[in-house]
């Protein structure tokens, strides 16, 4: 499967209803070339608007990180799990994710990352292992096949709790230091 094949895949997808409450689906931003590849949980309302993920306030937020930390735009490829958003922002239902769920290794095996970064609880415990603790686990290596992988709180998590503002910024050094290790 090519890009223009999943991309027309998701679309059409009908595994779910989702699909038919949707705006646009939401694939991808970043480049497609990438060894990172930073996965959230699904759409919000400003990405349904807009086709990309992480165009919002949470992702105005990310990419501030992303700039401060020192990551170029070319080094990292941000997705969801979900392709299309759940009613109110809700966290996504499990059978959601499942339905998703080949969407995104497709799209894993297009970029062949050599990292994957898990934004946030949801996509923690769907990729990394079910009992993922955010609390306790964030920012912690796992090997996982071919990958290297972590969570780290999904920056909507820093808007409601500046807390945790160090620690993110701790947990995207450990990944650009993982990164740079790696390439």
């Given amino acids: 499967m090519n890009w223009n094949e999943l991309e027309k895949k998701c679309a059409e997808c009908d595994k779910c209803p989702l699909g038919t409450t949707k705006t646009n689906i939401v694939i991808d931003r970043g480049s497609r070339e990438a060894k990172l590849m930073f996965v959230g949980e699904a759409p919000?309302?400003?990405e349904d608007k807009t086709g990309k993920p992480f165009v919002g306030l949470a992702g105005q937020l990310l990419d501030?990180?992303?700039?401060?930390?020192?990551?170029?735009?070319?080094?990292?490829?941000?997705?969801?799990?979900?392709?299309?958003?759940?009613p109110k922002n809700r966290n996504p239902q499990?059978?959601?994710?499942?339905?998703?769920?080949?969407?995104?290794?497709?799209?894993?095996?297009?970029?062949?990352?050599?990292?994957?970064v898990c934004l946030g609880k949801v996509a923690a415990c769907a990729l990394i292992k079910p009992d993922f603790s955010m609390t306790a686990?964030?920012?912690?290596?796992?090997k996982k096949g071919q990958?290297?992988?972590?969570?780290?709180?999904?920056?909507?998590?820093?808007?409601?709790?500046?807390?945790?503002?160090?620690?993110?910024?701790?947990d995207l050094e450990s990944v650009k230091a993982m990164l740079d290790e790696i390439i």
């Fill in 44 to 46: 919000g309302e400003t």
């Fill in 64 to 86: 501030k990180y992303l700039v401060a930390v020192g990551f170029e735009d070319e080094s990292y490829y941000i997705c969801n799990i979900l392709k299309c958003r759940p």
């Fill in 94 to 116: 499990q059978s959601e994710i499942e339905s998703c769920m080949d969407h995104l290794r497709e799209q894993t095996r297009l970029i062949k990352p050599k990292i994957i």
């Fill in 137 to 142: 686990e964030h920012g912690r290596w796992f």
């Fill in 147 to 170: 990958f290297m992988m972590c969570g780290i709180y999904h920056p909507s998590a820093i808007l409601r709790d500046s807390s945790k503002k160090e620690i993110m910024y701790k």
